[in-house]
């Protein structure tokens, strides 16, 4: 696989190899999904610092002192990108100076796709979505993760990163990432399957952080309360919400477990609707190699069993 040739670039200029004192390079991640990735490309050479712990979300996060130590002391962090982590940008400049800092938002072979457009969505808007197509990061969605192929291409990136800076463990970087690969198509096949009769069944979400996943699967959201959880949407806009519910046959809605549900509840209250869960980084989950593959199958089940 061809990664970007900016990757390559830094790669080509950091110090190749680690002391024979350290067992292996200092790593430190961003969110949940990401870790899980790199911890399952590292697993049995060294365990990641994982930045954003619990129920905390990225987007109102405030970088704590443990952080911005594990940032210090950093050899590689990986990182989203801007989009969806704006508070790593100065401490990434101003902490981690020695760091060879990966942003998946710089990879190109990531499938990116464009932020949609508004809060309400008809079969209109999915049968003529697209992918993105632009040169820079204004206008992506940056919940990348939650197609499977993009993980993969996401472990790839790891693999060569972790290689170049600690060489001596190249083969079992190149083997880890080999499993994870494997075990993200077995991923792959299961959620196809139990999704499969889903694709005419609408939904409202509390905010848009789904599209990869149901893009991938084929899946029927009609809108979302929000576009981002920091952001409120006004009383007209919950009322179209509504309205789009009453009018699409809308059977379930879905809160965040990081996030209160009151406004779901004024788009629902008086419905024949069910409620449901998603969760879309991992916020009640424990974190590690596991957790990428418990965050997606949490999906699907949560999808099926409100939906059918």
Known sequence: MHLKAALIAILLTIRLGISSAQASPQVVVSIKPLHSLVA????????????I???????????????????????????????????????????ARKAVVVALTDTEEIHW??????????????????????????????HLWLDPNNAKVMVQIIVTTLQAVDPEQAQAYHDNGQRLRKRLDALDAVLREGLSSLSQKPYLVFHDAYQYFEKRYNLHPIGAVTLSPEHSPGMQRLQTLRTQMLGSGGRCVFTEPQFSPKLLRVVSNGLEVKHGVLDPIGAELSAGPDLYFTLLNNLSKSLQECLH
Do not use: C
């Not at 590292?42 to 994982?50: N, R, T, V």
């Not at 129920?55 to 970088?63: C, D, E, F, G, K």
């Open 53 to 95: 712990r619990g129920q905390a979300s990225p987007y109102t996060y405030a970088l704590r002192p443990s952080g911005a130590s594990a940032l210090q002391a950093a050899e590689v962090v990986f990182w989203i990108g801007e989009e969806s982590e704006a508070f790593l940008s100065k401490p990434l400049r101003t902490l």
């Open 40 to 51: 399952g490309v590292m697993a049995g050479i060294a365990q990641p610092k994982l930045l």
């Open 113 to 142: 796709l464009s932020l949609r457009q508004g809060l309400v969505w008809n079969s209109h808007d999915r049968e003529t979505e697209e992918s993105y197509s632009g040169d820079d990061h204004e206008g992506r969605d940056p």
